[in-house]
């Protein structure tokens, strides 16, 4: 399984982005695709996930709601997340991951995906 990332750049604050992931080399029936992010010195964070098992669902951490929107395309085993209203503390190489029947509980954590995408980074400007 390989996790292409991308749509990463620079941007000042207010600003929006639109980054991109898509899965290739495997078969999925329910599953989780999402974005976990890590800024220097930082440990790597939980931003948002979006499940597909028995329909759809969305998860977003505190920081981001209301200004990241996460969508996707299970039969493509795509994820994209719009980010709007960026901030300075935003900044942050953003990894896609896909993890595979995954329950609600675990979706924050690291350990619950299996496959990591390379990364791209966000920089947003004062």
């Known amino acids: 399984v390989q996790l292409q990332a991308s749509g990463g750049g620079l941007v000042q604050a207010g600003g929006s982005l639109r980054l991109s992931c898509v899965v290739s080399?495997?078969?999925?029936?329910?599953?989780?695709m999402g974005w976990f992010r890590q800024a220097p010195g930082k440990e790597r964070e939980f931003v948002s996930v979006i499940r597909w098992s028995g329909g759809r669902t969305t998860y977003y951490a505190d920081s981001v709601k209301g200004r990241f929107t996460i969508s996707g395309d299970n039969g493509k085993n795509t994820v994209n997340l719009q980010m709007s209203s960026l901030k300075p503390e935003d900044t942050a190489v953003y990894y896609c991951?896909?993890?595979?029947?995954?329950?609600?509980?675990?979706?924050?954590?690291?350990?619950?995906?299996?496959?990591w995408g390379q990364g791209t980074q966000v920089t947003v400007s004062s």
């Open positions: 080399g495997g078969t999925f029936s329910t599953f989780a």
């Open positions: 991951a896909l993890g595979d029947r995954l329950i609600t509980s675990s979706i924050p954590s690291m350990t619950s995906y299996d496959a």
